[in-house]
């Protein structure tokens, strides 16, 4: 999934503490730009404004500090990816169940799959 280099600066400039440099966004793992482009997406489908993202984005934050999150900066995009779903949910574009049954089948389906082979879902990656 591409960034699109103007929607990115525009949720850098709305959404605070997004970690940065001077060209935009910067990310630690793939999974992190996957999970901010995955929510630049649903915000460019209408799905939430960067307000109320912003917003959600802080409570999951908050709640994350009261459970012990230090807070230190390496735990952010795992806030970013638990909006995202929390979201997700809101807004009844799928269930959690549903969130957490593909959550799994990735997770088997990454178990299978060798270090630097694509991963591929299979239909008995989503058997319980």
């Keep these: 999934m591409a960034l699109d280099p103007q929607a990115a600066r525009e949720a850098a400039g709305a959404v605070p503490g997004i970690p940065r440099d001077a060209k935009g966004p910067v990310f630690r793992e793939p999974w992190e730009a996957q999970a901010f482009a995955m ?13 109320e993202w912003a917003a959600a984005l802080a409570d999951e934050i908050a709640r994350a500090q009261a459970a012990g999150d230090p807070d230190t900066g390496e735990t952010y995009y795992r806030h970013w990816l638990a909006t995202l779903e929390r979201l997700i949910a809101a807004k009844g574009v799928a269930s959690v ?15 299978r799959t060798p270090h630097g082979a694509p991963i591929v879902l299979r239909p008995e990656d989503f058997a319980a």
């Design 39 to 51: 929510a630049l997406a649903l915000h460019a489908r209408g799905l939430f404004t960067w307000t």
């Design 97 to 111: 169940n549903t969130l957490h049954r593909y959550r799994d089948a990735w997770d088997h389906a990454a178990d």
